[in-house]
């Protein structure tokens, strides 16, 4: 059965620090690998989508890699603003029904 | 701007009471996804759908959910009866599914159920 894991599970940083987000999964054989934000009381919105055959996706300020044969994938977000404070979910896709595994998210926030 | 939409946003119900939410996928998307999310449980699949057809509802409580899409443009979760432990923001997703692993799936803003 397939697990993702984010850690930690919270963030704080100062305004304009570069930063990492983690995420793992225990079984490598994925699909693809999705990052999204989730803003307080809103639904998902989709940042980047990896494909299994790929090794990373840049939009703007945000860079996410996969290492599939370790089982990792890191979101970069470069020069971080208040702005970016929400909960950044991972979730991997192991079926070919597009069937996600999510982690529980890191909830970062961005200090001005 | 396509977007998949969901009502009601928010519902509050009496326990035992049936709790039907609606969901409109984004045109062509033939994968369609209902999600709950919980503090404590975090997002948990409960049922999804390709070219309409119920591919795994095994997330579901099957003696108080149903999950159903009549056609290609609604999908439905009904609860029946409604219990305060099904208190939970529920998503429905859309995704354009092809070939192994399907694309990018795209969430609705959700529907906020609060059972007393």
């Known amino acids: 059965k397939q697990e993702v894991t984010q850690i930690p599970a919270a963030l704080s940083v100062p305004e304009g620090e570069n930063l990492v987000l983690n995420c793992s999964f225990t079984?490598?054989?994925?699909?693809?690998l999705q990052w999204f934000r989730q803003d307080p009381g809103k639904g998902l919105t989709s940042l980047l989508l990896i494909q299994s055959s790929q090794r990373e996706q840049t939009s703007g300020r945000l860079n996410a890699s996969l290492d599939k044969s370790s089982g990792r994938s890191t979101l970069y977000i470069a020069a971080s603003q208040p702005g970016d404070s929400a909960t950044y979910l991972c979730?991997?896709?192991?079926?070919?029904?597009?069937?996600?595994?999510f982690g529980k998210g890191i909830t970062l926030s961005v200090r001005p | 701007d396509a977007r998949v939409t969901q009502t009601p946003r928010h519902k509050v119900t009496e326990m035992g009471q049936e709790v039907t939410m609606r969901c409109q996928p984004i045109?062509?998307?033939?994968?369609v996804f209902w999600y709950r999310q919980t503090m404590m449980q975090g997002l948990e699949l409960l049922a999804y759908f390709r070219n309409r057809a119920p591919l795994d509802d095994s997330g579901m409580p099957k003696d108080r959910f149903s999950a159903e899409m009549p056609d290609a443009t609604l999908a439905t979760l009904k609860i029946q009866p409604s219990e305060p432990r099904d208190s939970a923001v529920y998503f429905c997703a859309s995704v354009r599914g092809y070939g192994l692993g399907g694309g990018e799936q795209f969430f609705g803003p959700g529907t906020r159920l609060t059972v007393l």
């Open positions: 979730a991997v896709s192991t079926g070919a029904n597009s069937k996600l595994t």
């Open positions: 045109l062509g998307h033939n994968t």
């Open positions: 079984d490598s054989a994925i699909y693809n």
